[in-house]
């Protein structure tokens, strides 16, 4: 009798623990496929899934399958897994361009229900910095959980730009002190001093500036970084005529071919005679290697060159390294007045992909997806995914930035980017750079990702390429991009669009500002 | 009676699979080319507004003069190199074998892959060419960052990997032709360039016809060492036909005005290849 009576109460237990343990583990058991950008293993964007992937599947007991898409299949599969109906993906990791075509056909779910449910890892949306937030979101509603967060900054050798002998013959010929430039001036300035000469003595004239500039091969971003001061104009609230790059948002008339873009596109093709002529069939990786083996002076990229630069298989400069924000313009063009502005306007960027997962509508498994999601994005994972390196995953999280490059507000600490290799001062200026491109602006230049983005962007890069090789003047490259995005926008319905630009840029809100919590 | 229906059992899974497979994809992307279907919403009758659009459109018409220059040059210096070697390896050697294998190599290479490749051989600062000429103290080229010569590099390419397909032909032809004709112009005391000429092209004129055939259409259709290897660029300098269908139809899904470009493709390359193969029987008088 009392062996039964232990038998039942062992029964009894056992159920108990097993309830508890499928409590803590609601989605055991199950598949989910998740389409990444193609990293690798141990690549960008990519690697970081596979890295936590044992983790995580020991936690849920969910089998996680990676599939890993080219850049440029990306966007292509993802949508003819959406449009099919298909539904390979419980979720994907893709660039934000995307997000107006997601959104307007409900092919993703927003994520706010979850975030503060106990049964997910916690993370905080107002981790990131403001402006890119705002890229994680549409219509007030949040899709995303942290994960990457991209922006184009300078990057330059603090070897020579502080060499004694550079720094006597650049105040010569040019009569000011020789710095990481600040301003366009000082940018073609120095990208001029540097190029076209052995600086570095290995018997081969150097570069002043490296840039990508194939088409098809992500160079539009360098224009738009170029051109963001002389365009966007900082103001209070984002309306017709301020914190606006590339449309007016009442009328959807494209401004791509305003004023302000044609002289930016003149100074970019000056810049680009700045580096050598071979980067005109160069794409992005292309254009990090002369900088990495020390033939070029300056370059402006993604936070990628930032992590490279501390890898001994593809650099020589680590410890040679600063980073500042992109430059600043001494002028900007007002629409509203018609008149150019003589004022330095320091425009911040969100430029690049902004890499984070989102939640297919067509997924049985939608919250299994987002438990991995939040997985990454806990505060303490997605810091030391950002101090690899390798991740793709770049600082905008307040969490990233150390206090020492962030007046006191960041919260994070030097030592976990050193213990990864970075050089000290090579970290702390690559975050500070970061850090003033996110916080402490006069604006932003806002991202494109309304429907027909892809195809705009296609126009944009054809006809900046066209002007680089001179088949095309600036002006009339501009006004032929204008041409073909009023052609796209009455296509797909102008009102449609301009519902989608205003909501996707904060139309009639205040500008994003950084608020210390 | 039970025979004729068993033959008509047994072509029936080869009909299928042509009307699945060929008729019904032909049918459906023509009515498409006279809509509007971007996916998301339905689509939307046009009539022949694609077909005037893509008559209109200036990167349509660049994308055309550009296949036209690459089909034109590929076309020619593959079937004249290819000949040229067909010509060289048509006799006794020692390690024929070896030497045909090695010519023929380059055919297996995937266009892709050969892009990428090419990307490293006409680098312009840290390539092996760029090395070579700075070694021979000749000029720098700018293999892709011109427009004029990023075509050229492209060309280049093809012809390295598609010119032992037509000296693959013409070996097979050089070596299956009779013995007789050719030994009886030798007797009567031909030189080399008359037994070329009057022996040798009119006997290969099948094969030749048969090669450039094959490779017009390949040429014509050239997508992947564009796309690899300048990604059309710079500017639209080498932006084929082909890449330009590809991005109008899965990058910017505009369905219906890729299958009215896909059309008058269709159109262009069935009036090349029936104004070659005219062209040839009225030179030669074969069927």
Redesign the interface.
């Known amino acids: 009798m009392k062996a039964v009576r232990w038998g039942v109460l062992g029964m009894v237990l056992f159920s108990l623990v097993g309830v508890a343990f499928a409590a803590a583990r609601p989605f055991a058991g199950r598949t989910i496929t998740l389409g990444v950008f193609a990293g690798g293993t141990r690549g960008a964007i990519s690697g970081p899934f596979y890295y936590f992937r044992s983790a995580w599947e020991q936690l849920t007991g969910v089998r996680l399958n990676i599939v890993e898409i080219p850049f440029d299949q990306l966007?292509?599969k993802i949508?003819t897994d959406l449009?099919t109906r298909a539904g390979r993906f419980d979720g994907f990791v893709p660039c934000a361009t995307i997000y107006g075509?997601l959104v307007?056909?409900n092919w993703i779910v927003p994520v706010d229900p979850w975030i503060r449910d106990p049964r997910f890892p916690r993370w905080d949306p107002n981790d990131m910095g403001p402006p890119v937030r705002q890229l994680y979101r549409w219509g007030g509603r949040q899709y995303g959980a942290n994960y990457d967060a991209d922006a184009w900054v300078l990057y330059g050798r603090r070897d020579l730009l502080n060499d004694p002998k550079e720094k006597a013959a650049f105040r010569t010929k040019y009569g000011y002190e020789l710095r990481l430039p600040r301003t366009i001036k000082e940018l073609l300035d120095v990208s001029e001093f540097f190029n076209n000469r052995d600086w570095n003595g290995d018997g081969r004239a150097d570069f002043g500036i490296v840039l990508p500039?194939?088409?098809?091969?992500q160079g539009f971003f360098f224009y738009l970084a170029f051109a963001a001061p002389y365009v966007v104009v900082p103001g209070p609230t984002v309306d017709e005529y301020h914190n606006v790059f590339f449309f007016n948002p009442r009328t959807m008339e494209p401004i791509i071919n305003s004023p302000g873009h044609v002289k930016a596109l003149e100074d970019y093709i000056r810049l680009t005679k700045n580096g050598?002529?071979?980067?005109?069939?160069w794409d992005l990786v292309?254009s990090w290697d002369?900088f990495l083996k020390g033939n070029a002076a300056l370059t402006y990229s993604p936070g990628d060159i930032g992590s490279l630069a501390k890898n001994p298989d593809r650099s020589r400069i680590k410890g040679k390294l600063t980073a500042g924000p992109m430059p600043a313009s001494t002028e900007y063009y007002d629409r509203r007045t018609g008149r150019w502005v003589q004022r330095l306007n320091r425009v911040g960027n969100l430029l690049g992909c902004s890499w984070h997962g989102l939640i297919s509508s067509l997924s049985r498994n939608q919250e299994a997806i987002y438990h991995l999601f939040a997985y990454l994005a806990e505060r303490p994972r997605l810091f030391q995914i950002t101090t690899f390196g390798w991740g793709g995953v770049d600082p905008g999280k307040i969490y990233d930035f150390p206090p020492e490059v962030s007046n006191g507000q960041g919260t994070g600490s030097i030592q976990a980017y050193l213990r990864q290799g970075f050089d000290r001062q090579d970290a702390l200026d690559w975050l500070r750079a970061y850090w003033q491109n996110y916080y402490e602006m006069d604006a932003w230049q806002e991202y494109l990702r309304i429907?027909?983005a892809?195809?705009m962007i296609?126009s944009l890069d054809?006809?900046i390429?066209?002007a680089?090789?001179r088949?095309?003047t600036p002006k009339q490259a501009l006004d032929a991009v204008a041409r073909e995005w009023t052609e796209i926008v009455n296509?797909?319905g102008r009102e449609r669009l301009r519902r989608a630009y205003q909501e996707s840029i904060g139309y009639g809100r205040p500008a994003p500002r950084y608020r210390p919590r | 009676m039970r025979d004729e229906g068993i033959k008509w059992v047994l072509l029936l899974p080869a009909v299928g699979w042509i009307l699945t497979f060929t008729v019904y994809p032909l049918v459906f992307s023509l009515l498409l080319s006279f809509q509007n279907w971007n996916l998301t919403s339905p689509p939307i009758w046009v009539g022949a507004a694609n077909y005037v659009r893509a008559l209109q459109d200036p990167r349509m018409h660049n994308a055309l003069r550009i296949t036209a220059l690459f089909v034109g040059a590929t076309v020619l210096a593959e079937l004249l190199l290819g000949f040229v070697l067909a010509l060289l390896f048509h006799r006794p050697m020692r390690g024929i074998r070896l030497l045909r294998a090695v010519v023929v190599a380059p055919l297996f290479a995937s266009p892709i892959a050969l892009a990428f490749l090419g990307m490293m051989l006409f680098h312009e600062e840290d390539g092996p060419l760029a090395h070579l000429f700075r070694a021979l103290g000749l000029p720098k080229v700018h293999w892709l960052s011109d427009p004029t010569t990023a075509l050229g590099s492209v060309v280049l390419l093809d012809i390295w990997q598609w010119t032992p397909f037509a000296f693959l032909v013409f070996l097979a032809g050089l070596e299956g032709l009779p013995d007789e004709p050719v030994e009886a112009a030798i007797v009567d005391g031909a030189g080399r360039w008359a037994l070329l000429r009057h022996v040798l092209l009119p006997l290969l004129a099948p094969v030749i016809v048969t090669a450039l055939l094959f490779k017009f259409i390949y040429s014509v259709k050239v997508f992947d060492l564009a796309f690899g290897l300048t990604g059309g660029g710079p500017g639209i300098s080498t932006e084929v036909l082909a890449l330009y269908i590809h991005r109008q139809g899965l990058e910017f899904f505009n369905l219906g005005y890729a299958s009215a470009l896909s059309y008058l493709f269709l159109s262009l390359v069935s009036a090349g290849c029936i104004g070659l193969v005219l062209r040839v029987r009225q030179l030669y008088g074969h069927s």
Request: without cysteine; proline residues 14%; aromatic residues 0%.
């Open positions: 966007p292509t949508k449009i075509d307007a056909n500039l194939k088409v098809s091969a050598p002529r071979a980067q005109l069939g292309e002369p429907p027909g892809p195809e296609n054809l006809h390429s066209q680089l090789v088949r095309e296509k797909l």
